[in-house]
């Protein structure tokens, strides 16, 4: 692999975890990012909940593996990074409407092999004394994380500088070019740039530059909303998905929420949810003090069509890679694995 030389076009969260593992393979490497840094792209609109525990456990197995995967290889790599890469987090607390509906989610998972323990409210308080009037039951997933999606971008791409990639931030691809049936590289706003193997990772943008060569991409985009809520004091230890917010404190101390949206949401509708968010927020935690909504971010996540595998290589052009999924931050330390595999065969 060292021998050739590899654009990972996208920096991401699945553009620069590829371009850290095959820097650290010992690749020719050069991450090209459209933005000025990296993460700034969907990649800044996530929660960046590593996890099995959300939503319910009916995930095919296979997809249900890869995220308990996930949450090892995320432990693995804030080990190596010592402790710098993950947010600050004990895990997550999940509860529903009715303590029945809680005790099946914690079974599901747990059959299924997460680790997880149902909790009263007594310990609840004792976890997380934010929460008002705490569920009288919940359950516990000790092993899942949270990740600053952008901040774990930086330091993943600093990473990958380190090890001899080179990184070209503010510039847009325009095209990707091939000769004689094989990618030769990508064209640049200022000139071309040589490859022998060209990387797609740029989410939903992926979508246009591999129209020619892969028609049956099978990408398309859901929207979802990240609302950034600052404290003066007051923090979350958990990850929390119950009474109507999935919510989490940040490595800086703001507070996080996941909402799901419609598309075109107007200027109204943002502030509506806004508002939202930020009275569920004073509701439930009324120790924290002074909350109040420091914005609201969109992004239009890149979904693939049923079946379609993590990292797919075009038939024509030679060399040419496709690499988007969803939940990508998830799935981001398995696709760099796969596309390794692949490069490496």
Do not use: K
């Not at 939503?55 to 197995?61: A, C, F, H, L, T």
């Not at 901040?151 to 931030?169: K, V």
């Not at 943002?270 to 935690?285: G, I, P, Q, T, Y």
């Not at 496709?322 to 692949?342: F, K, M, N, T, Y």
């Amino acid at each position: 692999m060292a021998q050739h030389r590899i654009i990972v076009i996208g920096a991401g969260i699945v553009g620069v975890s590829i371009a850290h593992r095959l820097s650290g393979n010992g690749a020719r490497v050069t991450l090209v990012e459209a933005r000025e840094a990296p993460g700034l792209g969907v990649t800044a609109a996530s929660f960046g909940w590593i996890t099995c525990a959300a939503g319910d456990d009916s995930v095919p197995e296979p997809d249900y593996r890869r995220r308990l995967q996930a949450i090892e290889d995320y432990a693995r790599l804030d080990r190596d990074f010592g402790g710098r890469l993950c947010a600050p987090c004990r895990g997550a607390i999940v509860w529903g409407a009715t303590e029945d509906e809680t005790r099946g989610h914690a079974q599901g998972h747990e059959e299924r092999g997460s680790v997880v323990r149902l909790i009263g409210a007594a310990e609840i308080a004792e976890f997380e004394p934010m929460i008002a009037e705490p569920p009288a039951l919940a359950a516990r997933f000790p092993r899942e994380r949270a990740l600053d999606v952008a901040h774990a971008c930086i330091l993943l791409a600093r990473a990958a500088r380190e090890a001899g990639a080179e990184t070209l931030f503010g510039e847009t691809v325009l095209g990707l070019e091939t000769t004689g049936g094989r990618v030769s590289g990508v064209r640049l706003s200022g000139g071309s740039l040589a490859a022998d193997r060209v990387i797609v990772a740029a989410g939903a943008h992926s979508a246009a530059l591999v129209a020619d060569f892969m028609p049956d991409h099978g990408i398309t985009t859901s929207p979802s909303a990240l609302v950034t809520i600052s404290v003066e004091s007051g923090r979350l230890a958990h990850v929390l998905d119950g009474g109507g917010i999935e919510i989490r404190s940040r490595g800086n101390g703001d507070l996080v929420a996941a909402c799901g949206v419609e598309d075109d949401l107007d200027d109204r509708a943002l502030s509506a949810l806004a508002d939202d968010v930020l009275s569920r927020v004073r509701r439930l935690f009324p120790g924290m003090e002074n909350p109040r909504v420091d914005h609201v971010q969109l992004g239009q996540r890149p979904m693939l069509a049923d079946g379609r595998p993590l990292v797919s290589a075009a038939r024509a052009p030679e060399g040419l890679y496709l690499a988007v999924a969803h939940p990508g931050v998830i799935l981001a330390p398995e696709i760099s694995r796969q596309v390794a595999e692949l490069l490496a065969h």
